[in-house]
């Protein structure tokens, strides 16, 4: 009877009997300033101008407060009501599973959906840091690659870089379908509406969506939703970590989060600063990515895997350059490897998971310091050999790299049934070099 009764519940909470009013007395192109409002509201607190539209605090003054709509603001006059609505939350339920709903909670898949019994801030803060688990067991991801080289593990905080069509949506997707976790969350920020069905429909496909919780806003959205989609993504992912599971999150983009974050900032008044972005980004990024992790005693974990747009595979772009002091590892997705045909198109040499190598046992940490020495010899040598320069017997290490590399670039690409399999696989494509491996493992360390 309590579960039926939720959804009544919920909104009976939420109702307030008395709301504060106010009304516009200017407006511009991207804003609105109200007045008799600003000692009752408090930023990032939601009011209703007009009929029906909805707008953010956003500045507030000794006399009036600035707010940004979230809709087109033609027809408002100055005069117009303004409806103080408080504090923007949302409300999720075990019932949301297997649906896709935008930042407000509100069903996108064209069936009902009613609010979950737990009220939710959108920037809630995370456990105290000494409450904290460390992170747990490596998770079978279901691609070889990551369930070697680059393990995954329960509870870490993984950054996925990659320019415009090199495969990071399809990588997303393998992921929510391979990943062992109790629930999914997924946060497509700033996507087109198009590739928002695709994902759901098509790349994510009916079993990914039966265990997630799809939360998009797409790239016609106002700034304030776009930015808004991540912060309500991860208090999703946080009402089911509270409920002891365990939650992978995945983001696509954190970059576009960014964006939004840049949009609404300088239509608030703050200076544009590094390439364009406000210095309130940086807080922003870390302090969204700071939520996820491990729980405190007696919650799940968050496990998140968070993508990031980088322009001209520019890895010291603002966003990215701080994304990567966050974050528990990188992946770095590469244009070239894309276009000659392997995927996930990872690059290995400047990929790091830093779960290693408490991830892995020592036998496994010695495969994957081979594997990386060969790929290292390889990429050091290539232009060399592409250029005919290279003979062979020259040198050793780049004759074992050459006799390992097909079998180990193949094996990038491979599927996995489990860690244990792929490490065998791993040792068999590298058994062509294991003299010289022997031979660089009884050098003494730097």
């Known amino acids: 009877m309590t579960k039926f009764l939720d959804p009544l519940l919920s909104r009976i909470g939420q109702m307030r009997p008395v709301h504060a009013l106010g009304r516009v007395c ?19 607190d939601a009011v209703e101008v007009g009929v029906g539209m909805r707008a953010e605090v956003v500045r507030i ?28 939350s949302i409300s999720p339920g075990m019932h949301w599973i297997g649906r896709v709903i935008d930042p407000d909670g509100a069903p996108l898949d064209g069936r009902p959906l009613y609010p979950g019994p737990a009220v939710c801030p959108l920037r809630a803060v995370p ?27 329960r509870g870490q905080r993984l950054g996925l870089f990659a320019g415009s069509g090199v495969g990071k949506s399809t990588l997303l997707s393998q992921l929510a379908r391979g990943v062992a976790a109790d629930v999914i969350v997924i946060g497509l920020i700033g996507e087109r509406g198009r590739e928002v069905r695709d994902f759901v429909e098509d790349t994510l496909g009916p079993e990914g969506l039966a265990r997630s919780v799809v939360v998009a806003a797409t790239s016609d959205r106002p700034a304030l939703v776009r930015q808004r989609a991540a912060w309500a993504a991860m208090s999703v992912a946080e009402f089911f970590r509270d409920q002891g599971a365990h939650v992978l999150l995945l983001a696509d983009s954190v970059t576009r989060f960014a964006q939004a974050h840049r949009e609404v900032a300088v ?14 980004m940086a807080q922003a990024v870390m302090s969204l990515c700071e939520r996820a992790g491990p729980g405190a005693a007696g919650q799940g974990d968050i496990t998140a895997i968070l993508s990031v747009l980088v322009a001209g595979s520019d890895m010291e772009e ?35 998971s830093r779960s290693l190598p408490r991830a892995a046992s020592a036998d ?42 097909p079998a180990l670039d193949d ?25 010289v491996a022997a031979q660089a493992e009884d050098q003494p360390a730097d």
């Open 61 to 88: 003054t000794k006399d009036r407060c600035q707010v940004l709509p979230e809709d087109r603001i033609e027809g408002l006059r100055v005069g117009d009501i303004a409806r103080h609505l408080g504090p923007v």
């Open 127 to 153: 456990p105290p840091a000494t409450a904290r688990r460390p992170m747990g067991a490596r998770l079978t991801t279901g691609l070889a690659v990551f369930d070697t080289l680059l393990p995954i593990v």
């Open 318 to 352: 603002p966003v990215a350059d701080t994304l990567r002091g966050v974050l528990d590892g990188h992946v770095v997705l590469s244009r070239e490897i894309a276009e000659r045909g392997r995927f996930p198109a990872v690059d290995l040499l400047r990929s790091v």
């Open 26 to 44: 200017e407006a511009q192109a991207d804003s609105l300033w109200l007045e008799g409002l600003n000692r009752a509201a408090a930023l990032g």
């Open 267 to 280: 239509a608030s008044g703050e200076p544009a600063a590094l390439n364009g972005y406000p210095a309130s």
């Open 411 to 435: 094996f990038l690409s491979q599927g996995s049934s489990g860690p244990t399999a792929a490490f065998a696989t791993l040792a068999d494509c590298l058994a062509p070099g294991e003299p």
């Open 364 to 405: 496994e940490n010695r495969l994957i310091a081979t594997a990386r020495r060969h790929m290292g010899v390889h990429d050091r040598a290539e232009m060399m050999l592409q250029a005919g320069l290279y003979t062979d017997g020259a040198d050793p290490a780049i004759d074992a790299a050459l006799r390992v590399w």
